[in-house]
């Protein structure tokens, strides 16, 4: 089943000048068996559009860990690429930002199962944004898929899982091997901190999360004396703590835990253009893990941009203004016969 209706003003969030109205919506799967065996009767999920779908035009948008496909919306990112002549001009393309399960408005434990929701991974929530994408919304072929962090993983997904399916992929901040190392022990913090349901757990969650995806350069810049610095700091724990929940912040993190892209990178066909950032801590350059499996992917190049006074650490992924430049380069390699996007 799918509702349509207008994504009105009261969002809070600014569009540029004749950028079409962007649109929610709701997709329902009945029945759904979640890889751990359970089950949903019935699974919601949410999504906004931007433009109109027009033959192999869909561009499909995947958010990070506890974020929302709105979150594209703002004027860094949408207001950059979606308006007249951005790179995604809305006019040309048809954008599809999903909730995924577990996130924003889809159905998530908070709605009342609690630490009863089913154990869903990337896995399902990847074949999740396949059907909403195909039976949902109807688009046959989509044009591009791209993704921030757990969306960047989840674009490696779909490479793999659905090879024939899209002309270009995208991933911004992430690494194409299973999550280990410090990366599975700073979401371990998290899961282990949120275990007993309390607000200091969540508190634990939180300073956590702070560091690992902060950029020590703005951060300084931003909290230049230890005053400053308390101050920031009270105001973003609190900041965090007011808008979230701490069932559905375990569950996020938490189904993470059957990623692994690296047995299958062959299979990708699409041209794939993986970007990270040098200050990113999530996933740091000096592992050497991206320019190792890159190789595998035929069509695959990896962009290490470099820390800058304009990078945002794990953010960065989020910065058009920044990386936009290769994002014209893959559109135009990866452009199939006939320009599907024009009018």
């Known amino acids: 089943m799918r509702v349509v209706f207008v994504l009105a003003a009261a969002l809070g969030v600014s569009f540029a000048a ?14 759904y068996k979640f890889r751990s065996g359970e089950t949903l009767p019935e699974l919601k999920l949410h999504y906004t559009t931007v433009g109109t779908l027009k033959g192999d035009n869909a561009v499909l948008i995947m958010h990070g860990t506890g974020g929302t496909g709105k979150a594209f919306l703002s004027e ?182 059957d990623y692994n892209p690296e047995p299958e990178l062959e299979s990708i066909k699409a041209p794939l253009f993986a970007i990270n950032s040098a200050d990113d801590q999530v996933n740091p350059p000096e592992l050497g893990i991206m320019e190792k499996e890159i190789k595998r992917v035929k069509h695959g190049r990896y962009i290490l941009i470099p820390i800058s006074d304009e990078t945002r650490g794990h953010g960065t992924h989020s910065l058009p203004k920044i990386w936009g430049g290769y994002l014209e380069e893959l559109l135009r390699i990866s452009e199939p016969p006939g320009a599907r996007t024009e009018d």
């Open 76 to 257: 860094q990112f949408g207001g950059v690429l979606f308006g007249p002549g951005g790179l995604l001009d809305a006019t040309k393309f048809f954008i599809i930002l999903p909730d995924d399960i577990g996130h924003g408005k889809s159905t998530k434990p908070s709605d009342g199962l609690g630490r009863k929701f089913p154990h869903y991974g990337y896995e399902d929530m990847v074949e999740l944004e396949h059907r909403l994408v195909t039976d949902g919304l109807h688009a046959n072929r989509l044009r591009l898929v791209m993704g921030t962090s757990m969306g960047a993983m989840h674009t490696w997904l779909w490479g793999e899982r659905y090879p024939d399916f899209m002309d270009a992929l995208m991933p911004l901040a992430s690494e194409p091997i299973q999550i280990s190392g410090r990366n599975r022990f700073f979401r371990r913090m998290v899961i282990d901190a949120l275990q007993p349901g309390s607000q200091d757990g969540l508190k634990s969650a939180i300073y956590t999360l702070m560091v690992m995806t902060s950029s020590p350069l703005q951060m300084q810049k931003q909290a230049p004396t230890a005053a400053a610095a308390d101050k920031l700091f009270n105001e973003q724990v609190e900041r965090r703590l007011k808008s979230t929940n701490i069932d559905d912040m375990l569950y996020q993190y938490d189904c993470s835990r």
């Open 18 to 31: 004749n950028y079409p109205e962007p649109q929610e919506g709701d997709f329902t799967v009945h029945d």
